[in-house]
Each structure stands twice: as structure tokens, then as C-alpha cells.
């Protein structure tokens, strides 16, 4: 499955190009589909000059980014989770008035837990936005 930066859709299966656009994945490719680099000009192996429009560069540090966006929330919200469980299970055996205290923390919890998941599909298309305005000031 693989994410379009131009379109924002994603593509399932290891393909080529983007179904929904027709832009290619990091590679130019030849009417024959020879997979050439990007910076190419003519296809290396058939000669011809009709290549594909590979889709927007996406800098490594805004990957780089965006997977620490999505693994440190959930690493930190994993630690707070399993720590407030095991100290209100603790003190739930020794006092039966914690439900209620147990069941606002539940919540809280599933509200951050939603929260969590949300964020990466909304950074994703902000660095989306980020890119495509970077492109048309670059163009001119």
C-alpha cells in the first residue's frame, strides 16, 4: 500500500504509480514501464523520452518526523495506560470507592487513545499542504 503525496489517496499493493492521479512513486517510468531514477531525462534502457511525473519529493526529515509523531505518543500514552491501570488496580483491592474515580480515568484515557490516532492523517496532509506550497514558490 502506498500513500500519493499529490493526491492524497493511497494505492493498495506494492504499485508503480498512483491509480487515482496517474503520477509515479519516487521513479519515472516509460510508456514499457522501465523503472528510471528521478532525475532522468530519457528512459535507460528503450531510449524514449516520454517518462511519467514522479509525485512531490517528500523531505526524509518530514518522514523522519512524522513517524516520531506517530511512535512517541502512543509509547508515552502506552506507559501512562499500564502505570494508572496497575496503580488503580492496586488500590481498587483495598478500596471498592475507586470505581468511579477508575471509570473517569477510563474515559480520559479513550479520549486520548482517539486523539492519538488522529494525528498522523492530519500532520500528513499539513505536510501536504507544507509541500505543495513550497513547489509553486520554487517554480517561479
Known sequence: MKYCYNCDR??????LFCNF???????K?????HVNPRGTRVCS??????????QPRVPFWATLLLFLLTLVPGLIL???SIG??????????????????????????GALWWGWTQIPLYFRHTIH????????????
Open 29 to 33: 517510468l516509460c510508456p514499457r514501464l
Open 78 to 80: 502506552c506507559v501512562i
Open 84 to 109: 494508572l491501570v496497575a496503580f488503580f488496580f492496586d488500590r481498587f483491592l483495598f478500596s471498592h470507592d475507586m470505581v468511579v474515580g477508575l471509570a473517569a480515568i477510563d474515559f480520559i484515557l
Open 10 to 15: 493511497v494505492t493498495i499493493g506494492e504499485p
Open 129 to 140: 499542504r507544507w509541500l505543495q506550497r513550497n513547489g509553486n514558490d520554487d517554480s517561479r
Open 21 to 27: 492521479c496517474g503520477r509515479s512513486y519516487d521513479v
Open 45 to 54: 534502457k528503450c531510449g524514449n523520452s516520454e517518462l511519467t511525473t514522479p
